[in-house]
């Protein structure tokens, strides 16, 4: 293995001549410091720990005859006599080579693995950015789109509204039923457009409005909203069950659009009770505040909530519910931007609860 003939070696060489000089020094130094002695950077170094009893297995780079070298693993027993006195030393190696191929092809593959795995990461980035670029540019460039289209439809649709109504004041007696009957038929389509292109131009600003957070008294928000939609409404029996509400942090105006949302739907929903029942409160869910409404109205089929905060999705038709089928939408885009949820929970006949937080945070 090594190319010495038994006479090259006998009373000429030692062991420490056939291993790398510079390991020999460095094991020798690390001996040292392990077993606080000094250590001579020779054969001591090779035999020191068995000479304390102690099994040695190492890895040092062996040296032929020729000058070439090979990695090698080392053993060292030492041999005793029968009083346990130290007599010789066993030293055996081991030509380690193909190992260290081995483990050397194995670190280069890891490698070239790890700069493919890594260029792959990058590109993926690259890609998730300039899809993220085009894809906020897209709703940019639609938002755009809805909000100048919205805004021009409403000039035409008041003009269609508004002499309808003139036609109605100035020859209403002249037109036969059928006549004025079409005419309101009109004037109510164009207002109910007239609706859904505000609800429409809403959502398109939400997300070009900045978000002002700041605390405010929620309790005081709710109040507010329910005497703007005309609490107590004396032509219907609504009971307002309030419970505790903490102190929101958020974009006030942007939440009263909220709570308005929701509570109009509420009062929409139960509009067919003899006794209506509005539960408004806050519970803990998965640490954070969720506020929420609960009414005991007609409910609707969870099978579908997925679709409940899509814009022009409707559970009831228009003739039996008012409405544009924007507000649920409004409300998770302005719940988003807050960095919350928004959901519902209900049963057809039973009524529903929707519930939103404004941080997916644990609150104390």
């Known amino acids: 293995m090594l190319g010495y003939a038994a006479c090259d070696v006998m009373n000429k060489i030692t062991p420490a001549a056939m291993h790398d000089p510079k390991e020999i020094i460095a094991r020798a130094n690390a001996l040292s410091v392990e077993f606080g002695t000094p250590i001579a950077p020779g054969f001591e170094a090779l035999v020191f720990k068995a000479s304390r009893g102690i099994e040695d297995i190492y890895e040092l780079t062996k040296v032929r005859k020729d000058g070439s ?7 060292v027993t030492a041999l005793r006599d029968e009083r346990a006195r130290v007599i010789g030393y066993l030293l055996i190696g081991t030509d380690n080579s193909a190992r260290k191929r081995a483990e050397e092809a194995l670190t280069a593959a890891s490698a070239a693995q790890s700069a493919i795995i ?3 990461n990058e590109d993926l980035e690259e890609r998730v950015k300039e899809r993220t670029s085009q894809l906020e540019s897209a709703n940019h460039e639609l938002e755009a789109f809805s909000y100048s289209v919205s805004h021009d439809l409403r000039t035409p649709l008041r003009a269609i509204d508004g002499f309808s109504q003139v036609v109605l004041d100035r020859f209403g007696p002249q037109l036969p039923d059928d006549g004025r009957r079409y005419l309101g038929t009109i004037r109510a389509g164009a207002q109910k457009m007239g609706a859904l292109i505000d609800d429409l131009l809403t959502f398109a600003r939400l997300n070009r409005q900045a978000l002002s957070k700041r605390p405010f008294d929620s309790v005081k928000l709710v109040r507010e909203i329910l005497d703007e939609l005309g609490y107590p409404w004396p032509e219907r029996h609504v009971q307002i069950r309030f419970g505790e509400l903490p102190q929101s942090i958020g974009d006030r105006a942007l939440l009263k659009q909220v709570w ?4 109009s739907n509420a009062l929409k929903y139960t509009c067919k009770r003899e006794d209506a029942v509005l539960e408004i409160g806050c519970t803990k869910v998965r640490g954070a505040d969720a506020f929420f409404v609960r009414d005991n109205g007609i409910g609707f089929d969870m099978r579908f909530a997925d679709k409940l905060f899509g814009v022009f999705q409707r559970f009831h038709r228009a003739e039996d519910f008012e409405g544009t089928g924007v507000g649920l939408a409004i409300v998770q885009r302005i719940i988003n931007r ?22 997916e945070e644990p609150q104390s």
């Open 118 to 120: 890594r260029q792959l």
């Open 338 to 359: 807050h960095g919350g949820r928004v959901w519902a929970e209900a049963a057809v006949g039973k009524g529903a609860v929707f519930y939103f937080t404004l941080s």
């Open 260 to 263: 308005l949302n929701l509570l």
């Open 69 to 75: 070298r090979f990695p090698a693993i080392v053993s």
